[in-house]
């Protein structure tokens, strides 16, 4: 490069020389498909437990939370092999195994029952296990009348969760291949966007079109999205990691060692666990709400399921738009500082969910909004400063490790809110919800100074 010739650039982001704006564009582009493919089940879930599998009333919530939970078992599992993975074999290759997993499972999770009935599969039995795996055992009888069903759905689901944990991570983690440290901050940004939009277009677009298309279409498009992710990541994406030496080649053991000697890592891994949660478990519960609660309204599944999906719209758009400006704050304002601020801001959105009366309500709209913001900077936000704190040819395994946080932290807070929406009602998992991170902002202010000198020698 002459002295006389600029870099290029993509939406202020420095292009590395053996890159283009096209490997840019379709990493963003798959970052969009697979979070629609993520997002989808919050308002595929609840209408397909009722209508289709015929869930009773007396398990739906709890139904509900482990169907969802057990994508997140999968990843949980597998998340942390699947970083160190990508960093011996590349992210692309596994993207496009995730893709093509999701085509074929996510349509055959729309059969279910009708899976159960060819397969003969006993009552009993079924009922049986799920309730075991539902971690309600002494209840089998209440499972007995959809059980075949619902246990095909569960497996079916798990491999969903495996193509999504395969899938899912490879594109932030391409974010730090392709990106120099001085743009980072807004590349995840422009990541977390695109999860923003896709969360847009599936509560704005996707969940009405269910009135139209019904369940099956719903099914039926969600492969479709899929296999056109596996088409762009083959076609357009370009792997750029830096490949280990022998001697550099770490076990899972050794990333744990390195994030407890790092404060910023210790820090993200906790955010990981708290914060980026919070629009799965905002998402999910409160169409479940609102399924239920429009049961009360003689509203049927399908039109509560569009009215629940108005807060998430947006609480889709407030991260949409927060997402950038999170990304300037990342870079100019500094990292940690902009964690802890919007940590509070989601913390307090949770709290006043908490004590709304209706998932229809005023108070739930400014709450989501507060949600959204807060959701920004817990993934762009610990994106970004654990990639900063990671060794370079070991941002896969960190970041797999980050990513594996997150399903810990779904598993814990989708499964007691089931309990507590059965039990209790709809406020509490919010309102416990918020607490928790409250009181993470405020351990993460009293240990600032220690993360902001490591972040010194980052720059170093």
């Known amino acids: 490069m002459t002295e006389t010739q600029k870099p290029k650039k993509i939406a202020g982001i420095e292009i590395p020389p053996d890159l283009t704006r096209g490997n840019f564009f379709f990493l963003y582009l798959n970052t969009l498909l697979i979070g629609m493919l ?9 209408a397909f437990l009722k209508d289709v599998i015929q869930v009773s009333d007396d398990v739906f919530g709890f139904t509900n939370g482990f169907l969802q939970n057990i994508s997140q078992v999968a990843t949980l599992a597998l998340v942390g ?19 093509s997993m999701l085509v074929v499972f996510y349509y055959l999770l729309g059969m279910s029952r009708d899976i159960a009935a060819t397969l003969h599969i006993p009552e009993g039995l079924a009922a049986d296990i799920c309730a075991f795996i539902s971690f309600a055992p002494s209840r089998s009888a209440d499972f007995a009348d959809f059980a075949p069903g619902l246990l095909v759905a569960y497996g ?26 001085k743009d980072r901050g807004k590349g995840m940004a422009y990541n977390g966007i695109m999860m923003g939009l896709a969360s847009i277009i599936i509560f704005a677009f996707i969940a009405p079109l269910g009135e139209v298309i019904g369940l099956s279409g719903l099914f039926a498009l969600t492969s479709a999205m899929a296999f056109t992710g596996v088409v762009f990541a083959w076609s357009f994406l370009k792997e750029r990691r830096t490949v280990s030496k022998g001697e550099d080649k770490k076990s899972v053991l050794d990333i744990m060692k390195l994030v407890v000697k790092s404060p910023s890592l210790k820090a993200t891994y906790l955010c990981s666990l708290i914060g980026r949660p919070d629009m799965s478990i905002t998402s999910l519960f409160v169409i479940v709400w609102a399924v239920q609660a429009g049961a009360q309204l003689q509203m049927s599944s399908a039109t509560a399921t569009q009215a629940g999906a108005k807060p998430m719209i947006v609480m889709s758009m407030a991260a949409f738009f927060a997402f950038p400006l999170v990304g300037m704050m990342l870079d100019r304002w500094g990292r940690i500082q902009t964690v802890i601020l919007t940590f509070l801001m989601g913390g307090v959105g949770l709290v006043l969910l908490g004590v709304s009366s209706s998932p229809f309500s005023i108070l739930t709209l400014g709450a989501v909004v507060l949600i959204g913001t807060g959701f920004a900077g817990a993934v762009t936000g610990t994106n970004t400063l654990a990639t ?23 598993i ?7 309990y507590l929406l059965d039990v209790l009602g709809p406020g509490w998992i919010f309102g416990i919800k918020g607490v928790a991170n409250i009181v993470l902002a405020a351990w993460l202010l009293f240990v600032r100074k220690s993360i902001v000198m490591e972040e010194r020698h980052f720059k170093k």
């Open 38 to 46: 993520v997002i989808i089940p919050n308002i595929i879930q609840p």
């Open 388 to 410: 900063d704190a990671s060794p370079k040819h070991l941002v896969g395994s960190v970041l797999g490790g980050l990513n594996t946080m997150q399903p810990i932290g779904v």
């Open 81 to 99: 092999i699947v970083g160190v993975l990508s960093d011996r074999f590349g992210r692309k290759i596994l993207a496009i195994i995730g893709f």
């Open 412 to 418: 814990f807070f989708q499964q007691l809110g089931g």
């Open 156 to 181: 079916i689901r798990l491999i969903v969760g495996i193509g999504m944990i395969l899938c899912y991570p490879q594109f932030i983690t391409m974010v730090s291949d392709y990106t120099y440290q």
